[in-house]
């Protein structure tokens, strides 16, 4: 059995590294992708001064090829905007340490709490058998009972 969790862990890391560069990979693509794009609409920005085809149809060829690489720079930014949220829940789901260090800083958070609320009600315990007894005193030394 204890030769078996080495190996597992083993599978768990190596499962986490190829998911980490499959997010490097996806962050490049993406980048790269919106890049691209934006650099190829700043080129369609040049005008020609020769052409084979008139000036009307080439505005309408680079305003469709625009709104084309506009569209892959839209499509890129939601690819980077959901590896984000595949991240947050990548680091949501596997970063234990974190999550036991949050949980064990709040364990001794309300031990501390409970020391001092016990310190606390000692005290006021101690009062109340203070005052207790000089009531009872006070009371049987009375005339009045």
């Known amino acids: 059995m204890a030769a078996q969790a080495p190996a ?17 990979k996806r962050l490049k693509d993406d980048v790269r992708s919106m890049i691209d794009n934006y650099v190829e609409i700043i080129k369609l ?4 001064e020769t052409t084979q085809i008139t000036r009307a149809c080439q505005m309408e060829q680079d305003q469709y090829e625009m709104q084309v690489r506009a569209s892959n720079i839209v ?14 829940q990548f680091l949501i789901l596997n970063d ?3 999550v036991n260090e949050s949980v064990t800083k709040s364990g001794h958070h309300y031990k501390q709490q ?13 009062e109340m058998a203070v005052e207790l007894y000089e009531l009872e005193e006070e009371y049987y030394t009375s005339v009045y009972k």
């Open 96 to 98: 234990f340490l974190s």
């Open 8 to 24: 597992s862990q083993r599978v768990i890391t190596q499962s986490k590294d190829s998911l980490l560069k499959t997010y490097q």
């Open 45 to 48: 920005c040049k005008i020609e």
């Open 75 to 88: 499509r890129a930014g939601h690819s980077l905007m959901k590896l984000i949220a595949d991240i947050r």
């Open 114 to 126: 409970v020391k001092d609320s016990d310190i606390k009600l000692a005290s006021i315990r101690d």
